[in-house]
């Protein structure tokens, strides 16, 4: 069965996530953050660890050979090393990465979130990585400063409201020895909508105001007919009932009822199938409802959202659906 909601963190991750907290003094829960001494970190990458052993060994080489060719080539490379850091950290120095937006989708789909890299120099070779259980990754080649604007793409598939796990902000300038990262640790979250499950009846329809003709507006050419009304010059002749005017010597028109433009009762226990069917079918409902700007109530188990149109009411009822967590 799809996922829900997303799943609550496991004691370890907590704790996990306490101590890096502590550690960093949470300087990196924010949604904008500028790299600096204060949140640069340096370590050798994979290819550099092997590149300090082969360093290492070959020192250790040298002095037991007594080979001054060996030990000249060690210290190019611990050289090396030295200057691979210094050139990262100066490279990402005063790159500036800022969370700009994100984009629920509807599953399958998956949501999206874009950010704004900014850096007074030039900065290589950039790299953000979501850090979830299911990892994704956007590459930039180089940053000036010039606003660049990036999407990355979250690793979510399944109905359910998601918060931000840590995003990684890493290079591997200049050679690839080194990597030099920090972190941005967003205060948000995201939200994947049920898939989108036409439906083709009208049993969702359901009048809020019986005092008022069950809130049913009036629109002509419709199906059901509702009374007759004296024709105007504007109405045009073929919507004359000739019939009645056979009778009466009167022209006039008859007026319907469109029932898809009445205000309308979106409720979970009208729909047909198991949980995920039915808030697909709402979810549709809402949609097309919104298209319509056609006034409509949502009314779960657990929560009823009062009749609103537009596109705000459409989001508090999509965010709902998602983050629902029953059964049928």
């Known amino acids: 069965m799809p996922k829900k909601t997303l799943k609550r963190p496991t004691l370890f991750k907590s704790f996990k996530r306490a101590i890096f907290n502590k550690l960093l003094k949470n300087k990196h829960l ?29 020192f250790i080489m040298g002095i037991n050979y007594q080979n001054n060719l060996i030990l000249i080539m060690a210290y190019l490379m611990f050289v090396v090393i030295i200057i691979s850091v210094l050139m990262g950290y100066s490279n990402a120095k005063g790159l500036t990465v800022t969370f700009k937006s994100v984009f629920p989708s509807f599953s399958p789909q998956k949501p999206s979130s874009q950010f704004i890299l900014q850096s007074p120099t030039i900065c290589q070779s950039v790299s953000l990585t979501y850090q979830g259980e299911l990892q994704t990754q956007v ?9 660049q604007t990036i999407t990355l793409n979250l690793p979510y598939s399944h109905r359910g409201q998601y918060a931000f796990e840590r995003i990684k902000i890493a290079s591997n300038y200049p050679f690839g020895l080194v990597t030099v990262w920090s972190y941005i640790q967003l205060q948000s979250e995201t939200f994947v909508y049920p898939s989108l499950e036409q439906v083709l009846s009208d049993e969702h329809v359901s009048a809020l105001d019986e005092q008022s ?11 059901e007919f509702e009374s007759l009304i004296p024709h105007l010059p504007e109405m045009g002749l073929q919507r004359i009932s000739w019939k009645h005017y056979a009778k009466t010597q009167q022209l006039l028109v008859k007026e319907f009822v469109d029932f898809k433009t009445a205000n309308a ?8 199938g198991d949980t995920e ?3 697909s079918q709402l979810c549709f409902l809402v949609c097309e409802a919104t298209e319509q700007n056609t006034p409509f109530m949502l009314k779960l188990p657990n929560k009823t959202l009062n009749t609103n ?10 965010e709902l659906l998602s983050a629902f967590n029953g059964a049928v």
């Open 309 to 318: 149109t537009g596109q705000h009411h459409k989001q508090q009822c999509l």
């Open 30 to 58: 924010k949604n904008s953050i500028t790299l600096e001494h204060k949140t640069i970190y340096v370590l050798p990458s994979s290819l550099g660890w092997y590149f300090v052993i082969v360093a290492i060994l070959n």
């Open 277 to 279: 069917q039915r808030l």
């Open 265 to 272: 009762l979106f409720d979970f226990k009208l729909m047909h």
């Open 213 to 223: 003709d069950s809130g049913i507006a009036k629109e002509a050419g419709s199906e």
């Open 139 to 147: 590459h930039s080649d180089e940053v000036n400063n010039k606003p």
